[in-house]
Every structure is written in structure tokens, then in C-alpha cells.
């Protein structure tokens, strides 16, 4: 720049501070943190407000007053600044514009630059750092859009600038590539602060407040949510979605399609970042945006290029933030920007046959990705890029696997949606798809009906094929599904005929159906009651599934032990069985996952920690509804009625009751109707109406239930014969389980007899079956008769330590193991809720006032107030608020 040259003023105007800037005081805070460094450094892509945030903040820190500053010098760069003499010229230039007061200010440096002969640039800044000491009060110098300086001489001035800064002066650089200074050791020194696009990109609530307050559109939190995961919180995108919704109607399906293939978004992103690029970089972006994520060894095994390092290119792209993520601390892995993927996607397909002055074969690409994926076990991988060269034989050479198919190793969906999308013919030409894709169908729980014409289609196509290993293979998978089909439909007679015809088709080698088959078969077992069989079938599942890496197997059968275990009273093997299938299902967990969530449910329920109970019962009916074709939602729903029952929420239960049943009857389920009624029973007990639980207890047709039910309502003789026959049966099948609910309804009903000798010796019995599970609700849940027959046990010594443990959970507190009424005098107490209504009582409310301040149905309210006069032992409210103040219950 020679001296005549005049000095272009616009190069230092802070741009203004704009009336829709969005306050970012998270940001602000770290630019104030960052004055007590030599060095910030603002660096991210194009787009994501760099030049906005920091012109708002300067202009802040000129209105306020900010510590010391004097002043904020500004410099925009542009790519004539790549001459040193220019660039420092400037540079002075600006540090004279906030040091009018210093009237030879620079003077000395700039003639310097411009003697006939200058001096080195080190002396010429060793002369302008020895003029800034002398300047009273702090400057802030921000150089906007440093990525346009190339020449490394300014690099290294600045470098020597910033080694030998004065304290008074702060540098802020804004920069879409990370500048070649000392970046590291200012780092190690504790000299810089930086802020990168992961700061920069908007929150969720600056989103909000940007469509709602600056863009002035009225959209959903759910639709916000969806254009910030979309844009990533890229200030540009948001900024150009907004612009491109304008005036729309459609606004929801718009979002639902915004890509980088927009063409707000093309051109912007073309015109700013693509074509800026050399056209080695830019066939390197084209050619590895088929892929979702980016190594170097990948990069270079897809574009077979010897001449192209893709790992420096990788970095070279980090440096310059050109819309590139580090998936990892080692800078291993990389994925590009989700937008910036979908130009450039958009990109290659538009202009396959010709990019950047190279030809491009996208199937070549794929088959390149899907091999070096192969090679290097990454087989979902590798399948998807086999299906998107359209190569068949080899997707389904990956798909079947070594002897492990990927819909068995958790990649059920990748498969069915390649499947899908093949026609008839061409799986009517390879009949072993239509069996695939029954099988895929299958393990994904979808409705029968669908899965049983793919079976039909299949059998036809195998018909025309010649009889050979492989066709007798193929003709025992498609019994093998059929047996798993047999089992939500209850048809155990089917699932046994089924899988020994599939076993005796099936090649031997094909263990991941063989070992399915097995499982099948172990069902079938355990819901006959042949529990030894079932445990042995189950047990040689699971071992031979884990082998061969079968995870869908291996949740199926581990979860059927974890039952097994539980009916037998092995509580705590049961949740070491049902832990293995959290653990095998992953996270997030895959929806087979649902039934060991029910089982630990049913568990912690029984070990009266409701809260735990309740959690894996919410989360087992949230993974069952993923799942189609399956009951598990309704019983999960039936334990959670259970436990809301338990906690005194009497309309919850009802409410959730009902749901289950119909469910149950809308997805035909009939074989589950009687858990519904037997859970009816239940509640028409606590309600006290003892005839309904009779009706809903034959309906049920379990002994357990019936006999519940008869002895609630005082026919003592019929209860004990439907306990003594059902026992009688259970014992013979050594259903553990069954004998356990006999023999504690049993001793109820000997204590209600009077033969309290026998009562006793009885419930000693279960209690020795018990106390190694840990067992409680299956003692609570037969209510006071319950709580009174445990107080005499334990006054008589019998296993003390545990029958205390029982009346704690019923609320009975124990003092030198005796019942203490002077520490709770009630056998059994109010629970929460009865003690808010008998607060409500002594205030005076009538049961409907008490019914809508508490937002109850008014028969809950008088269920709760004939608990409070049964175990107040009164008849009356007069009567009830005496007795509680005599309690001090009030």
C-alpha cells in the first residue's frame, strides 16, 4: 500500500447493534471473561452470527461502563488485506481511531512501513507495542473475517503481536477457519478464549425466541424443535427457513421437508461455502457425502485416490470449519453438518455422471463404502451400502450373514424397509427374500395377518423351485415363523407341531433359526406348565443365541428364565435373568425389552418399592406399545392398576382397568380376559362389595381368585374346598408359585375358623417358601385378616425377624417384639389419602365437598370413609372425628 493511498474509512465501522438481535447473555458473559485474555478467538462456519454477536457485544461494552476500556478498534477484512504493508497500515489506522487523545499515535510505526527501505515487520510492531503502553485505559481490537488473510507472513506478525502484547490491549478475531497462530501454546498458557460453533448455535430457547418475537411466525414448540434439530441450531439456516415460510400455508409439511436440497438453502450454501472450494476439495465433498460418517481409511477406500491423504483432508476441513463435526475426542470419526449433507447429496445425484470435472459412478461409491464396511465388521453398514448400489446378491449375502441374519443383531429395520421396497418378481425369482422378510416382520412384532401372505407367497415360489438342502432349509424357516405367529394367539398345540416340523427341516448349521425354534418350543412348555422342560429348552437357547450372537434370542429366552424363576420364588435370580435383557437390549432399548421391565415390575411391587415398580411398569408399556401383535401392553396396564390401588388412587386403578380390557378385546386377546376379571375382583373387595367379586371372581376361573373371593364373603367351607382341590393339582406340578397363594389363603381361612393351631403351622410353612424371595405384597394384599394373623405369629415367636418386616410394610410397628399401640394405635393405618378425607370430615365437608376439592369421584370417597370407620372401628363421622382426636390422628 503506498503512502499516497487513501485510507478507506467503512473498514472501521462497527456494524450498529440491530433492533432483532437476540439477547445471548451466555455468550456475552464468556466475551467479558474472555478481556482477562491476550487472545479471542470466535471461529465456526459460515452463517452462525459471528460478526452479529460481536458487534452487539462491543457496542455494549462502548454504551456501559465496562471495567477500564478506553475503547473498541475495528477492522473488516477483506482479501486486498493479504499485503503485509496494506494489512499492519490498517491495523494502525484502527488503533488510531480510539486514541485521538495520543495525537502521534502510530506515527512513528507507519513511517516505518513506508520508508524507502521499511524495516522487518517485528520492528515495525516492536515500535507500535512501545506507543500502545503508553495509551491510559484498555482497547479492545476485533479483526472480523480473518479466514481471508492467506499469507503467512501477517500470520506470523500477528503471532509475534500477540507473544509481546501489552496488557492494555485485548485482540478478538472472528473467523470462519481457524487462524495459523500459536494456538496450542496460547491454549497451555491460559491465553485464549474461543468460542466455536457448538457455542454459537442457537438453544432451543433462543429458537423460540427468534420465531416467535423476530421472525413473527406462529409455530408449535413441537415444530420449533423440529426445524432446530434439523438446522442444528445454525443461525443461517433457522434464518433462511424462516424467510422460506413466509406467506405459506402449509407451514407443518414444510418442516417436515426441509432439507439442504431447499433452495434457499442451496444457493446460499453453493455460493458461500461450495464453490469457494478448490475443486479437488470440492469432488472430495461430493464423493464421501454418501456416507454418514467419515474416516480417513474410509474416505480412502471410497475414492481410491493415492494422490488425496483423506485424513489431512479431514483435518484440513476441521481447520477451516467447513461444516464438519468430530464425532470423537480423537478426531477419528466425522460427520458432516446435516444440511451441508443433504447439499451436497443433493449435488451429487443432480450432476452424478459429472463433478468437478471428474466422472462419478455412485454405485461404484456405495459398493466401495459397503466393502470396506465388510471388511471392517461393520455389517448394518455395510448391508445399507450394498442395497443403495442395488446390489442384491451381495445385500443379501450381508443381510443372511456367517450364520447370524442382521435382523437377529438388532437391525430389524433396515432390513424390513429393503425388503419392502423389493418387488414381487424379483422375490418371487429368490424365494429365500419372501422368507426373509416374513422373518424381519416376525421378530418385529407386526400383525399376523400381513406376515402370513409373505408365508403364502413364499411356499408358492418354493414350489416351482428344485428340491435341494437349501429349499428344505427355506421350507423349515417358514415353519419356524409360523410357530412364533402360534404364540400371542395362545395356540400352544400349533407352536409345538410347528417347530418340530421346522426342526426337522432346518439345516443343522442353521443355528440362528434352530436356536429360535428352541425357544419356540420352550414357550410352548412353560405355558403348558411343563416348567423343567421350559427351563432346560430356554437354558440351551440362551447359550447357544449368546454364541452365535442372536441378540433378539437371547432377550426372548433370558426373559422366559427370568419368569420361570419368578414362578418358582427365586425372586432374586428372576431380576438377575431380566437385568441381562436390559443389558442386552441396549440404549435406548430395543422394544423386546418390554416383558423384563413387567417382570422386575411385578418384583419391586412384590418387595413393596412401589416407585421402582412403577417406573419399569411405565417404561415396559411404553416399549410394548412400540410393538404390534403382542398383549404385554394390557398387563402391563394391569400391574400398574394394581400399584395404584396400593397407593389409594381407586379411580386410577378403574380407569386403567378399563383401558387394559379393551385393549385386550379390540386386538383379540380373549385368553387374557381372565387376569382382567381376577384384577376386577381385587378392586370390588377393597370397594367392599363382596357379591360383584363373587360374579367377576367365577368369571375369572382361577382358584386363587374364587376362593379370595368366597372367604371375603364368609363362605369359609367353599373357599377352603376350592383351595384344597386347586393345591392338590398345583403341588403335583410343583407350580411353587400356585402352592404359595393356596397355602397363605388357606391359613386365613383356618384363622377365620378358629383352627388358629393349624392356621399357624400353615402360614409358617409359606413363610419359609417366602423369606429367601423376600416376599411382602402377597402378605399385604390379603389385607387385616392378614395383618392380625402376622401380629399373633410374631407375639408367638414365629420367625420374628421377618413377620416384623411384614407388619412394618402393613404399618404396624413393633416394640420388644410385641405389637405397640402406644406407637401406632391402629393395626392397620390411615393411609395418605384417608388421612386428608378424615381432615376433611373433621372440618365439616359432605362427602360430594370432599369429593370435588379433591377432584375424586364421589364413590371413592365413600370408599375411603368406610376404610376410615372400619379401622377406627366406628359407624358414624360424629363417632370417627372422636376416635382420631382421641389418636391424635388430627
Same mark, same amino acid.
Given at each position: ?116 527501505q ?90 423460540v ?13 413441537t415444530?420449533i ?27 407443518s ?22 464453490l ?12 464421501t ?46 460427520r ?15 450432476d452424478?455422471?459429472?463433478s468437478?470435472?471428474?466422472d ?61 421396497? &423389493?418387488?414381487?418378481?424379483?422375490? #418371487?425369482? =429368490?424365494?429365500? @427374500?419372501?422368507? *426373509?422378510?416374513?422373518?424381519? !416382520?416376525?421378530? $418385529? ?17 418354493l ?11 427355506h421350507?423349515?424357516h ?92 427365586? &425372586?432374586?435370580?428372576?431380576?438377575? #435373568?431380566? =437385568?441381562?435383557? @436390559?443389558?442386552? *437390549?441396549?440404549?435406548?432399548? !430395543?422394544?423386546? $425389552? ?8 411385578r ?63 379390540q ?47 364368609g ?26 397363594? $393356596? ?44 395383618a ?103
Amino acid at each position: 500500500m503506498h503512502k499516497s493511498e487513501h485510507i478507506l474509512s467503512t473498514k472501521f465501522y462497527i456494524p450498529p447493534a440491530r433492533p432483532e438481535f437476540i439477547l445471548r447473555p451466555r455468550l456475552i458473559e464468556q466475551l467479558n471473561n474472555g478481556l482477562h485474555h491476550r487472545l479471542t478467538l470466535v471461529s465456526a462456519p459460515v452463517g452462525f452470527g459471528k460478526t452479529t454477536l460481536v458487534s452487539e457485544w462491543v457496542n455494549r461494552l462502548r454504551l456501559e461502563d465496562t471495567g477500564n476500556v478506553q475503547g473498541v478498534a475495528w477492522l473488516s477484512l477483506d482479501e486486498n488485506d493479504n499485503e503485509p504493508v496494506r494489512f499492519l497500515t490498517y491495523f494502525i489506522h484502527a488503533l488510531k481511531q480510539v486514541c485521538a487523545k495520543n495525537v502521534d499515535m502510530g506515527k512513528s510505526p507507519l513511517a516505518m512501513l513506508h520508508s524507502p527501505q521499511p524495516p522487518s515487520l517485528e520492528n515495525v510492531l516492536t515500535s507500535l507495542i512501545n506507543e500502545l503502553v503508553e495509551v491510559s485505559g484498555e482497547i479492545v481490537f476485533v479483526l472480523d473475517d480473518y479466514h481471508v488473510i492467506e499469507t503467512p507472513a501477517i500470520d506470523d506478525a500477528l503471532g509475534f503481536l500477540l507473544d509481546h502484547l501489552p496488557s492494555n490491549l485485548h485482540l478478538v478475531i472472528t473467523s470462519r477457519a481457524d487462524p495459523s497462530l500459536p494456538l496450542p501454546r496460547l491454549r497451555a498458557r491460559g491465553q485464549v478464549v474461543e468460542l466455536r460453533s457448538a457455542d454459537l448455535r442457537f438453544t432451543f430457547e433462543e429458537t423460540v425466541e427468534f420465531f416467535h418475537h423476530i421472525s413473527g411466525l406462529e409455530l408449535s414448540s413441537t415444530e420449533i424443535a423440529a426445524l432446530e434439530n434439523r438446522t442444528e441450531g445454525w443461525i443461517a439456516g433457522l434464518k433462511l427457513a424462516a424467510l422460506s415460510m413466509q406467506g405459506r400455508e402449509d407451514i407443518s409439511r414444510f418442516i417436515e421437508t426441509f432439507t439442504g436440497s431447499h433452495r434457499y438453502i442451496v444457493d446460499y450454501l453453493v455460493e458461500e461455502v461450495l464453490l469457494r472450494q478448490t475443486e479437488v476439495i470440492q469432488y472430495f465433498l461430493l464423493c464421501t457425502s454418501i456416507l454418514d460418517r467419515l474416516c480417513g481409511p474410509l474416505c480412502d477406500a471410497v475414492l481410491q485416490n493415492p494422490s488425496v491423504s483423506s485424513q489431512e483432508t479431514l483435518e484440513y476441513l476441521e481447520q477451516t470449519n467447513l461444516f464438519l463435526v468430530p464425532l470423537d475426542n480423537e478426531r477419528h470419526w466425522y460427520r458432516y453438518h446435516h444440511l451441508f449433507a443433504d447439499l451436497l447429496r443433493h449435488r451429487l445425484q443432480r450432476d452424478v455422471s459429472h463433478s468437478a470435472g471428474k466422472d462419478v459412478d455412485l454405485t461404484a461409491l456405495h459398493i466401495r463404502a459397503s466393502q470396506w464396511y465388510e471388511e471392517n465388521d461393520m455389517a448394518v453398514e455395510a448391508f445399507q451400502h450394498a442395497t443403495l448400489a442395488n446390489d442384491i446378491e451381495r445385500a443379501e449375502r450381508i443381510m443372511d450373514g456367517d450364520g447370524m441374519p442382521l435382523q437377529y443383531r438388532g437391525a430389524a429395520l433396515p432390513v424390513m424397509q429393503w425388503l419392502e421396497s &423389493l418387488p414381487a418378481e424379483m422375490k #418371487n425369482a =429368490r424365494p429365500s @427374500l419372501w422368507v *426373509a422378510q416374513a422373518s424381519v !416382520l416376525t421378530m $418385529a412384532g407386526k400383525p399376523v395377518d400381513g406376515i402370513e401372505e409373505i408365508l403364502n407367497a413364499a411356499e408358492t415360489a418354493l414350489q416351482d423351485a428344485q428340491p435341494n438342502e437349501t429349499v428344505r432349509n427355506h421350507i423349515g424357516h417358514v415353519a419356524a415363523i409360523r410357530a412364533m405367529l402360534a404364540i400371542p394367539k395362545n395356540q400352544i398345540e400349533a407352536v409345538i407341531e410347528e417347530s418340530r416340523r421346522a426342526l426337522e427341516y432346518l439345516h443343522p448349521e442353521n443355528l440362528s433359526v434352530r436356536t429360535t425354534t428352541a425357544w419356540t418350543l420352550g414357550f410352548a412348555y412353560q405355558t403348558k406348565g411343563e416348567r423343567a422342560a421350559a427351563v432346560e429348552a430356554h437354558t440351551k437357547a440362551l447359550e447357544i443365541s449368546k454364541a452365535s450372537g442372536n441378540t433378539m434370542i437371547s432377550i426372548a429366552a433370558a426373559t422366559s428364565l427370568g419368569q420361570l424363576n419368578e414362578a418358582d420364588t427365586r &425372586l432374586y435370580q428372576a431380576v438377575e #435373568n431380566y =437385568r441381562d435383557v @436390559l443389558q442386552l *437390549a441396549g440404549e435406548p432399548s !430395543l422394544p423386546a $425389552a418390554c416383558e423384563a421391565h413387567l417382570g422386575l415390575a411385578r418384583i419391586y411391587y412384590e418387595w413393596d418399592d412401589l416407585d421402582t415398580a412403577r417406573k419399569h411398569g411405565e417404561l415396559g408399556l411404553q416399549l410394548a406399545q412400540q410393538l404390534e401383535n403382542i398383549d404385554t401392553p394390557a398387563r402391563c396396564e394391569l400391574l400398574l392398576a394394581r400399584l395404584k390401588l396400593a397407593q389409594g388412587d381407586a379411580d386410577g386403578a378403574i380407569e386403567t382397568i378399563t383401558h387394559a380390557e379393551q385393549f385386550l378385546l379390540q386386538n383379540s386377546f380373549p385368553h387374557r380376559m381372565p387376569q382382567v376379571e381376577a384384577e376386577k375382583a381385587v378392586l370390588s373387595i377393597h370397594f367392599g362389595d363382596f357379591s360383584q367379586a363373587v360374579e367377576q371372581a367365577k368369571k375369572s376361573g382361577l382358584p386363587v381368585v374364587q376362593a379370595r373371593a368366597a372367604l371375603v364373603s364368609g363362605n369359609l367351607s367353599e373357599a377352603w374346598d376350592v383351595l384344597a382341590s386347586h393345591r392338590q393339582m398345583v403341588e403335583a406340578n410343583d407350580w411353587k408359585d400356585e402352592t404359595l397363594k $393356596a397355602m397363605i389363603l388357606q391359613s386365613l381361612v383356618l384363622h377365620a375358623q378358629g383352627e388358629n393351631e393349624q392356621a399357624m403351622g400353615l402360614l409358617e410353612k409359606a413363610l419359609s417358601l417366602t423369606e429367601p424371595g423376600g416376599y411382602i405384597h402377597s402378605f399385604v394384599d390379603e389385607g387385616d385378616a392378614m395383618a392380625r394373623l402376622l401380629t399373633e405369629a410374631n407375639a408367638q415367636g414365629v420367625k420374628p425377624e421377618y413377620t416384623g418386616k411384614l407388619l412394618n410394610a402393613f404399618g404396624v410397628r413393633l416394640l420388644n417384639g410385641m405389637v405397640s399401640s402406644a406407637v401406632q394405635p391402629l393395626i392397620t393405618p390411615l393411609s395418605q389419602r384417608e388421612q386428608e378425607i378424615l381432615a376433611l370430615i373433621a372440618g365439616g365437608l359432605k362427602n360430594k365437598e370432599i369429593a370435588d376439592q379433591m377432584v375424586i369421584s364421589l364413590n371413592t370417597v365413600l370408599y375411603h370413609t368406610k376404610n376410615i370407620y372400619s379401622k377406627l372401628g366406628v359407624n358414624k363421622r360424629t363417632q370417627a372425628i372422636l376416635k382420631a382426636q382421641e389418636l391424635n390422628l388430627l
